[in-house]
């Protein structure tokens, strides 16, 4: 989790103030913050000639201060007010905000499938949409496939295979 104070707030919840502001403090930043923030610096300095991204936001970002927007959506039929980094993608939002980590990251570049969510009922590889793409969306995940708290028979399938990832691997064997 980022920012657990963020989760589950309404849009009218959030704070007036400018919120990209993030502390630094050694007690709170966790291994893959550190690891994702030094990163983004590496890809932030990379990408401003590249890309030709503005050298302020490259430096906000590396900086930690990435420009956050507002959104709404809904997952597994439950509504989300949550603010996202621009630059996160959808299954960042869903795994590292909302803890829904049955989507996985396999190739992390549109080839593997295992991030595969639908966003209003059609596949999506949600390692190659913005989070911010999801606003006003409706997503599922695989954990949306239980009803009543029982595993559907994909998901139940899934646990009786030991299956990980997109589960095709295994299938093969
Ligand atoms: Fe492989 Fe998204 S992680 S397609």
């Given at each position: 989790?980022?920012?657990?104070?963020?989760?589950?707030?309404?849009?009218?919840?959030?704070?007036?103030?400018?919120?990209?502001?993030?502390?630094?403090?050694?007690?709170?930043?966790?291994?893959?913050?550190?690891?994702?923030?030094?990163?983004?610096?590496?890809?932030?300095?990379?990408?401003?000639?590249?890309?030709?991204?503005?050298?302020?936001?490259?430096?906000?970002?590396?900086?930690?201060?990435?420009?956050?927007?507002?959104?709404?959506?809904?997952?597994?039929?439950?509504?989300?007010?949550?603010?996202v980094?621009?630059?996160w993608t959808l299954v960042e939002l869903l795994r590292d905000e909302?803890?829904?980590?049955?989507?996985?990251i396999?190739?992390?570049?549109?080839?593997?499938?295992?991030?595969?969510?639908?966003?209003?009922?059609?596949?999506?590889?949600?390692?190659?949409?913005?989070a911010?793409?999801?606003?006003?969306?409706?997503?599922?995940?695989?954990?949306?496939?239980?009803?009543?708290?029982?595993?559907?028979?994909?998901?139940?399938?899934?646990?009786?295979?030991?299956?990980?990832?997109?589960?095709?691997?295994?299938?093969?064997?």
């Amino acid at each position: 989790m980022r920012d657990k104070n963020k989760q589950g707030k309404d849009a009218g919840d959030l704070p007036d103030k400018d919120p990209v502001v993030k502390h630094y403090t050694p007690v709170s930043q966790s291994r893959r913050d550190f690891l994702q923030g030094t990163g983004a610096t590496v890809v932030a300095t990379a990408a401003v000639t590249a890309l030709g991204i503005p050298r302020a936001s490259a430096q906000q970002a590396a900086a930690g201060n990435a420009p956050r927007t507002a959104i709404s959506l809904t997952v597994n039929g439950t509504r989300h007010s949550v603010e996202v980094e621009d630059r996160w993608t959808l299954v960042e939002l869903l795994r590292d905000e909302l803890d829904l980590t049955g989507t996985k990251i396999g190739c992390n570049r549109s080839e593997c499938g295992a991030c595969t969510v639908l966003m209003d009922g059609e596949p999506v590889y949600s390692c190659s949409q913005l989070a911010v793409w999801a606003y006003g969306k409706s997503v599922q995940t695989v954990e949306g496939l239980a009803r009543n708290g029982q595993l559907s028979p994909v998901q139940q399938a899934f646990v009786e295979n030991n299956g990980a990832q997109c589960g095709f691997a295994r299938q093969a064997n």
